[in-house]
Nanobody
Framework: VQLVESGGGSVQAGGSLTLSCVAS????????MGWFRQVPGKEREVVAG???????RYADSVKGRFTISQDNAKNTLYLQMNSLKPEDTAMYYC?????????????????????WGQGTQVTVSF
């Protein structure tokens, strides 16, 4: 299993970025997927999750600003981030759910995921 993120960078507050995560080594459509972020010294927190049937869930802190989506034909997960804030600064990781796919109501539970990518850094300045 391999998950490779890209698209991070430095932007000013109010700007936008789109992260991508290319998955390989398994049947992409068989699992739910999620985006997490982590700041040094803090626990990794879930940002958004997408069920294998396409339904999505978001952390309250990013609702209305971030959009998770996927292209099953390309084995690729996306995170469109708009209206970025300095507090969005973090390393962002994509993750794959455990076998069978995460139940929709548990999409935001880290325990539902078993593989993470190496991460891509997002820095938002004032």
């Amino acid at each position: 299993v391999q998950l490779v993120e890209s698209g991070g960078g430095s932007v000013q507050a109010g700007g936008s970025l789109t992260l991508s995560c290319v998955a390989s080594g398994y049947t992409y459509s068989s699992r739910s997927m999620g985006w997490f972020r982590q700041v040094p010294g803090k626990e990794r927190e879930v940002v958004a999750g997408i069920h294998r049937d396409g339904r999505t869930r978001y952390a309250d802190s990013v609702k209305g600003r971030f959009t998770i989506s996927q292209d099953n034909a390309k084995n690729t997960l996306y995170l469109q981030m708009n209206s970025l804030k300095p507090e969005d600064t973090a390393m962002y990781y994509c993750a794959r759910s455990k076998s069978g796919g995460a139940p929709y109501l548990l999409l935001l539970s880290p325990r539902q995921y078993d593989y993470w990518g190496q991460g891509t850094q997002v820095t938002v300045s004032f």
